[in-house]
């Protein structure tokens, strides 16, 4: 199925998920878009330069712009889904994969029962589940069990 949504249609409000570039960034980047910004801007607030010249580093990074040249997005990044715990990071829009990039529901949700699996299997499932970049929980008659989930797919990037 091709991806339609691209950097070009995001828009405020839109809930995006995406990979950067930066080879030493294997996160998958969820969140709310909250706005865009100038370096001018953003610089205020973040210090993007480390993240930028590890950037420059990849095939694709070594020709890009000057960092005051970028077009910046602001983004509150979900660290818990469930939780709706958010951390508010900045890209420039020239670091996001382009092939990754996609708009989501981070609330949809899809039930998934294995039967006749132990505690420790369940444990172990979670965690693949988790190592993919989903947020992922086991339910206790019904309800979120409040220990069961790390949502552990983004670290800081400034």
């Not at 095939?59 to 939780?83: F, K, Q, W």
């Not at 039967?115 to 989903?134: Q, V």
């Amino acid at each position: 199925m091709a991806n339609d949504y691209g950097i070009d249609d995001i828009k405020q409000k839109d809930t995006i998920a995406f990979k950067t570039i930066n080879p030493y960034d294997n996160n998958e980047w969820r969140g709310v878009v909250v706005g865009f910004g100038t370096y001018d801007l953003v610089s205020q607030q973040y210090d993007l330069l480390p993240y930028y010249q590890e950037v420059r580093k990849t095939t694709s990074g070594s020709n890009m712009a000057e960092i005051e040249d970028l077009n910046y997005i602001i983004v509150d990044c979900y660290e818990n889904a469930l939780t709706k715990t958010t951390n508010r990071r900045i890209f420039a829009k020239e670091w996001i994969d382009a092939s990754s990039l996609r708009q989501i529901n981070i609330f949809q949700h899809l039930d998934i029962r294995i039967f006749g699996a132990t505690d420790t299997d369940s444990k172990k499932i979670l965690n693949m589940l988790l190592d993919y970049g989903y947020s992922a929980a086991l339910l206790d008659n019904g309800q979120v069990n409040q220990n069961s989930y790390e949502h552990n797919t983004n670290i800081d990037n400034g």
